[in-house]
């Protein structure tokens, strides 16, 4: 381990410099929001849509309006259906005044009626890119994932599909054919990945609610860079067919996520609701919380990997963990695992040993067009590659790790099964745990080459499979977005939502891009 951070330490000794440059460029933020349909929540957006207090294409057509508006800065719309999103808005408006059918029963049937959805595009979307950023293909999708089936039939509107790395395979959003996607609340940063663009849509006011999926903080990341919330549910209470990549593995669906990234808290079981797959899923997103019931326990260090968190992500812990602590009535107890202090090899090992990982070494869909890593390795520093380093090097590295002995892949296994065991124990029914979403706000492009350590506070929930909330909690010193991540034991959703929830009453959660002020 101490080799791995002597080496990470290195590449920023080495790289970092270059990499800062970004710094010297002029900063630029978002325009301020003018209209305020973009400040109300998809809940009330969607109360107002039935009531027939504002037509569903005023809001369509607003939130069109700004994507236009921000896209130049942030560039994070691979492809949209503008046209068409503001036709069905119109068919949408004409059956509310034409049905005789009561607010109750639209509310139940098509709780997302009018509403704009915008979407990853690794998530299929009939007849949009499906080409997930490799440059040497151009497909489009044939047909709906499930979740994007079930937000259709609850009534909601596919805007576009955004930007990712390719095949999703880095935390900071490029690739050759969009390029890279900007932080809403500096334009010389990264807004994370592989969910970049989701993030930065929302998090600059042009989305209200987002479809994105999570292997290793893709969710989380962005979502933390970008202000916004983000929730990678339970394992399997949510359809991941129809996504690009997945892997014929058995044990994907209990690492990878599709999951939802929201403004306001307030719509996340809203939007959770609608792509369950499961009543069980259904029920528990929609539980009712006594936040005084819930037992609380913080940590803020995963071991020597990753670095340690700035002062300001320290303080906004602290400042949440006396707010807890005042209304539980009880202390918020600090807690310490050992096994966690390797959860960056664990982490790391398990992902990589996943089996049958769609990429440009293995392509299903055309076994002819797959590459030779060697030999695509070779094209890359001679210029000649259309792939990106983080794609090429993902094959390299899963390369090195299945061929490392079995004991060590059972050893990573034992491991998790102990710190899966010692968190349930913790947590029971009735406890979450708070701690860093990532080790500061966001970094300058490619600043991921020596922070790809620093993903441990996300990863390692992934490899155990538990739901997490990541939630805004104030500006650094930068004037960036920071946050924090609550995490529970599977099938607890509820706890960490409500909790996300009460985070942003007493703090604000998500705030437009033009906002000054520290927490």
């Given at each position: 381990m101490r080799v791995i951070k002597y080496f990470f330490f290195f590449l920023r000794c080495l790289l970092g410099p270059f990499f800062k440059l970004q710094g010297l460029k002029k900063r630029l933020r978002c325009p301020p929001i003018e209209n305020q349909i973009l400040l109300l929540s998809a809940t009330e957006i969607a109360q107002k849509i039935r009531k027939r207090e504002i037509s569903s294409e005023e809001v369509i057509v607003t939130y069109v309006e700004r994507c236009k508006k921000v896209n130049p800065l942030i560039n994070a719309i691979v492809e949209d259906r503008f046209d068409a999103a503001i036709q069905e808005a119109r068919e949408i408006d004409n059956f509310l005044q034409s049905t005789i059918i009561d607010e109750t029963k639209i509310a139940n049937e098509k709780p997302l009626l009018g509403l704009p959805i915008t979407i990853k595009e690794s998530i299929a979307v009939q007849g949009m890119s499906y080409s997930v950023g490799m440059k040497d293909v151009s497909l489009r999708a044939t047909e709906d994932a499930d979740v994007v089936k079930r937000i259709r039939k609850a009534g909601g509107i596919p805007l576009l599909v955004s930007n990712t790395p390719e095949l999703c395979m880095w935390w900071h959003t490029f690739n050759n054919i969009t390029g890279i996607t900007r932080n809403p609340y500096d334009?010389?940063?990264?807004?994370?990945?592989?969910?970049?663009?989701?993030?930065?849509?929302?998090?600059?006011?042009?989305?209200?609610?987002?479809?994105?999926?999570?292997?290793?903080?893709?969710?989380?990341?962005?979502?933390?860079?970008?202000?916004?919330?983000?929730?990678?549910?339970?394992?399997?209470?949510?359809?991941?067919?129809?996504?690009?990549?997945?892997?014929?593995?058995?044990?994907?669906?209990?690492?990878?996520?599709?999951?939802?990234?929201?403004?306001?808290?307030?719509?996340?079981?809203?939007?959770?609701?609608?792509?369950?797959?499961?009543?069980?899923?259904?029920?528990?997103?929609?539980?009712?919380?006594?936040?005084?019931?819930?037992?609380?326990?913080?940590?803020?260090?995963?071991?020597?990997?990753?670095?340690?968190?700035?002062?300001?992500?320290?303080?906004?812990?602290?400042?949440?963990?006396?707010?807890?602590?005042?209304?539980?009535?009880?202390?918020?107890?600090?807690?310490?695992?050992?096994?966690?202090?390797?959860?960056?090899?664990?982490?790391?090992?398990?992902?990589?040993?996943?089996?049958?990982?769609?990429?440009?070494?293995?392509?299903?869909?055309?076994?002819?067009?797959?590459?030779?890593?060697?030999?695509?390795?070779?094209?890359?520093?001679?210029?000649?590659?259309?792939?990106?380093?983080?794609?090429?090097?993902?094959?390299?590295?899963?390369?090195?790790?299945?061929?490392?002995?079995?004991?060590?892949?059972?050893?990573?296994?034992?491991?998790?099964?102990?710190?899966?065991?010692?968190?349930?124990?913790?947590?029971?029914?009735?406890?979450?745990?708070?701690?860093?979403?990532?080790?500061?706000?966001?970094?300058?492009?490619?600043?991921?080459?020596?922070?790809i350590s620093n993903i441990t506070f996300m990863m390692i929930f992934n490899v155990l499979g538990f739901p997490v909330t990541q939630c805004p909690l104030g500006f650094d010193k930068n004037q960036l977005p920071i946050g924090v991540q609550i995490v529970a034991n599977p099938g607890c959703d509820h706890l960490t939502i409500a909790v996300a929830q009460e985070i942003e009453r007493k703090f604000g959660g998500w705030r437009e891009p033009q906002t000054r002020g520290v927490v």
């Open positions: 334009t010389r940063r990264t807004a994370g990945g592989s969910s970049g663009g989701e993030a930065a849509l929302l998090g600059s006011g042009a989305s209200i609610l987002g479809l994105a999926s999570d292997i290793g903080g893709s969710v989380r990341l962005p979502a933390m860079f970008c202000g916004i919330f983000g929730h990678k549910p339970t394992p399997n209470w949510i359809s991941i067919e129809g996504h690009k990549p997945s892997a014929n593995d058995e044990n994907w669906s209990t690492f990878f996520s599709i999951g939802s990234m929201v403004r306001y808290a307030t719509d996340l079981p809203l939007l959770l609701t609608v792509i369950s797959q499961s009543d069980e899923a259904r029920i528990t997103f929609n539980k009712k919380v006594n936040l005084s019931d819930i037992k609380y326990f913080y940590m803020d260090n995963c071991g020597p990997i990753p670095d340690s968190i700035t002062t300001d992500v320290q303080n906004v812990i602290y400042k949440l963990k006396r707010h807890l602590e005042v209304i539980s009535g009880a202390r918020v107890e600090k807690v310490n695992f050992k096994d966690m202090k390797r959860s960056f090899e664990m982490s790391s090992i398990i992902l990589l040993s996943i089996k049958d990982v769609y990429s440009m070494f293995n392509r299903w869909d055309n076994p002819k067009k797959s590459k030779s890593l060697f030999m695509e390795i070779l094209r890359y520093i001679s210029f000649m590659s259309s792939h990106t380093f983080p794609a090429i090097f993902f094959g390299l590295f899963k390369n090195i790790v299945e061929n490392f002995p079995v004991s060590t892949y059972n050893e990573m296994i034992e491991l998790r099964t102990r710190l899966r065991k010692q968190l349930e124990a913790l947590l029971s029914n009735d406890g979450v745990l708070i701690c860093p979403s990532f080790t500061s706000s966001a970094y300058y492009p490619h600043e991921c080459l020596y922070n």
